[in-house]
């Protein structure tokens, strides 16, 4: 285990791909930073299209052994978000505010009874990357924060100074989450259930049935109020065709790695708020059912 010298500035809880990938950053630019982690790894290193990197930073499988901080960075898969309380309990000070990293809209109802509302930032995050082995995270392009204006965004924009990754404050933050989850609603489903990587939303068949996915979602979003067109679809596209084909989604990775799946803060709300605005999504429905289905399935391992 690496132990700082200097008081921590940022702890970061999850030790997935985007735990450690913010982590690895935010250390490699000089903040003092704790990675959470449930087992404990010697150290984390980070491969980016530049190079690879392993800074110094302090690794702790210990909730009791911490202190409060002043930024705690939550990137847990959202199903694994009252996994935290303990954590919680030990980082979480008066002055702290708890960034939640994760997919999905309604990000701060997962606190609910844990922090206070006021020192909840919830924050969308645009990163390919995935967790190869305990420690270690390949990063296949640059990835952009996205948070909501207000009193916190101008002290998260200078954490992540020097980082490399961007951070962009914005006046609709639901309207942003909704954005983030057009994306998600095809991409996660279609890699996962195929088993294959961003290669096969190119073929003609499939890429149609991401759009009609993408259009469901759409409709739901703008009955909810989010402000979005359907230019929003062809943003997404031209997206994917600047992404790595070899590239993933997270739960590709998930079920890659035989751990759970995020489909019901991805599909699940899709299908929750169509039914409060009586929107048909069958496209959406049906991958939600399947995808449940797999989830208590054996996963197979990746080659």
Not at 192 to 214: D, H, K, Q, S, Y
Request: with cysteine; net charge negative.
């Amino acid at each position: 285990m690496l132990e700082h010298r200097r008081e921590p500035e940022v702890a970061v809880i999850g030790g997935g791909a985007i735990g450690g990938y913010t982590a690895a950053l935010l250390a490699e630019a000089g903040r003092a930073v704790t990675l959470c982690v449930r087992s404990p790894v010697e150290r984390l290193r980070l491969r980016t299209p530049d190079g690879s990197i392993s800074p110094e930073l302090a690794i702790s499988s210990e909730p009791a052994a911490q202190r409060p901080v002043p930024w705690l960075l939550v990137t847990t898969k959202a199903q694994d978000t009252p996994g935290v309380a303990e954590w919680l309990r030990h980082l979480v000070g008066p002055e702290t505010v708890v960034a939640l990293l994760q997919n999905g809209v309604d990000h701060a109802e997962r606190l609910d009874g844990l922090v206070e509302p006021a020192a909840i930032l919830p924050t969308v995050v645009y990163a390919p990357v995935e967790r190869v082995a305990p420690g270690e995270v390949v990063s296949h392009a640059d990835g952009q924060l996205v948070i909501p204006e207000g009193v916190h965004a101008a002290r998260f924009r200078e954490l992540f100074d020097g980082t490399g990754l961007a951070v962009q404050a914005v006046p609709d933050f639901r309207a942003a989450a909704w954005r983030k989850l057009l994306s998600n609603v095809a991409a996660n489903p279609l890699t996962a259930l195929t088993m294959r990587r961003m290669e096969v939303i190119t073929e003609p068949e499939v890429g149609a049935m991401a759009t009609e996915l993408m259009r469901e979602a759409l409709r739901v979003a703008r009955a909810d109020g989010a402000e979005l067109t359907e230019r929003e679809l062809d943003r997404i596209r031209r997206m994917w065709g600047r992404m790595d084909p070899a590239g993933g989604s997270s739960m590709l990775y998930d079920r890659l790695a035989g751990r759970p799946l995020e489909h019901e803060f991805i599909l699940g709300p899709i299908v929750r708020y169509a039914e409060r605005y009586g929107i048909e999504v069958p496209l959406a429905r049906t991958m939600l059912t399947l995808l449940r289905a797999l989830d208590v399935a054996p996963a197979p391992q990746d080659s």
